[in-house]
């Protein structure tokens, strides 16, 4: 499939509620998607979960009906953030998945090579180790200088003879006094210390949007020329406050700034450590991963839907996926033998998982307002939870990926069917008939060419390499 976006039809966004003779206001709905991030296993769930939901949510028997038409708009965080664009410029999920498992020129790969993060990624580590070492070595020459023992350095016919016991006591002094200096954990700490801003600089991935943007759509690199909202999240860190980059800002308590998409994109993935904190000269500040304040910035999308709907009474729905949730490991695994980013991954995920779980507890009365909140997350058993932002991934283990999306999506709509139904039927759409979800459920495995058992369940096959564990022997 090489499907493009069509041509855009105006350069400006108009509120919806400017439009009285709106369809849209008077037979359907408000519908947004929200993105989390967690890197390129995050891309490869989302992805699939999105092509589930074109299937689930046709209009009509032809299944003609596609996403994006449905959608008012997209937000994003991280890696989310980069997926969200895509659609909003036009690309459907299918046409996207079809890019990831190379099946498909629409526009470039969206591996980690084509991204920028991987080149750039072995001389920074062998600049930042050399300057870790060098740091050593000059702390050692320092102690060594600082060490007041004259007859060493001047030796002549006046230096006094040293017994043996004496020579224990300088070798003492020389060890304690100078390589102190080299002991390993400073050696580990100069290493680290000596790292610049994090392991990897975003800014392939902002260069890699603006390529899709110019070459590969009818848009420009400006939130102005977009025909569907957009919101892009970005955390400043000389403030630690959320900055929200997007089409439209009345319902904000700031201005937006005009940015270009592509470098709002490339901010809002610069997790910390893993990447560079980025810089915009238009607010002379820098800026990391959204995330690192929210998981998801609903408040925003619900501010805003309250803003744009002409009253309560019609509904909207937020479509979630949350890919950042921590593995569940077999019983007796040894958490000591994950490598580093490993460990660090787990942590992120953890920390995530709170505060997105916190803040849903905050919006449990937006039912109340006729605003749903509908989350898609990966079993903590899955290889998506597995993995972490930067793991590299082939692609059969994307396929791995896009059918545990799927999966996430067609048993969610399966197991709470009744209530999805009428919600979307409140926002004049019609959901696929049970029994055709189950087919679509039994199916999407073989479409992915995966054997074995279900991922997502414990005793799962090894599409992705498992984390590696040390099993405890049991009586």
């Not at 997007?246 to 610069?270: F, N, R």
């Not at 916190?358 to 109340?368: G, I, K, Q, V």
Request: net charge positive; glycine share 6%.
């Amino acid at each position: 499939m090489s499907e493009k976006p069509s041509k855009r039809t105006t350069n400006n966004i108009t509120p919806i509620n400017s439009h009285p003779k709106n369809k849209r206001n008077k037979q359907k709905g408000l519908i947004y998607l929200a993105l989390a991030g967690g890197g390129v296993p995050a891309l490869g769930f989302e992805i699939g979960g999105l092509c589930a939901l074109e299937k689930i949510l046709n209009l009509n028997e032809k299944h003609e009906t596609k996403l994006n038409d449905l959608l008012t708009g997209y937000q994003g965080v991280s890696a989310g953030a980069i997926v969200s664009t895509l659609m909003a410029l036009g690309f459907s999920p299918h046409v996207i998945r079809d890019v990831m498992l190379e099946q498909s020129a629409a526009f470039p790969s969206l591996s980690r090579g084509t991204l920028g993060t991987q080149p750039l990624m072995y001389f920074t580590l062998i600049e930042q180790l050399s300057r870790g070492v060098l740091r050593t070595i000059a702390s050692v020459v320092n102690g060594l200088i600082k060490l007041d023992l004259p007859m060493i350095w001047l030796p002549g016919k006046n230096t006094p003879k040293l017994s043996f016991s004496d020579m224990r006591v300088l070798a003492r002094l020389v060890r304690y006094g100078a390589f102190e200096q080299a002991n390993v954990n400073n050696v580990i700490h100069n290493v680290l210390d000596t790292i610049k801003g994090g392991l990897y600089t975003p800014e392939g991935i902002g260069q890699y949007i603006k390529e899709v943007i110019e070459e590969f759509s009818p848009y420009d690199d400006s939130f102005k020329s977009l025909t569907k909202e957009l919101y892009l999240y970005a955390a400043e860190l000389n403030t630690s406050q959320v900055r929200v980059f997007g089409t439209h800002g009345e319902h904000l308590p700031y201005d937006l700034v005009d940015v270009p998409i592509s470098k709002c994109v490339e901010i809002s993935c610069a997790i910390p450590v893993f990447f560079k904190p980025g810089y915009l000269k238009q607010t002379d500040k820098y800026y990391t991963d959204g995330g690192v304040i929210k998981s998801l910035h609903l408040q925003n999308l619900i501010d805003r839907i309250n803003y744009v709907r002409p009253s309560h009474k019609t509904p909207a729905i937020i479509l979630t996926f949350f890919p950042f949730v921590p593995p569940v490991f077999p019983p007796g695994s040894d958490y000591t033998n994950l490598s580093v980013l490993e460990m660090l991954s787990l942590s992120l995920k953890m920390t995530y998982l709170e505060k997105f779980n916190t803040a849903l507890r905050s919006y449990r009365h937006e039912e109340d307002n006729n605003i749903y909140i509908q989350i898609f997350k990966p079993s903590r058993h899955s290889k998506t939870a597995r993995t972490h932002p930067l793991q590299d991934i082939n692609v059969q283990q994307i396929a791995q990926l896009n059918y545990e999306g799927e999966v996430a999506v067609y048993r969610s709509f399966l197991n709470d069917y009744d209530r999805l139904k009428k919600i979307f039927s409140q926002a004049a759409i019609e959901i696929a008939p049970r029994e055709e979800i189950a087919v679509l459920l039994k199916t999407c495995r073989k479409y992915y060419g995966l054997q074995g058992i279900s991922s997502d369940e414990p005793g799962m096959d090894n599409a992705i390499p498992e984390t590696p564990t040390k099993e405890v022997k049991n009586k």
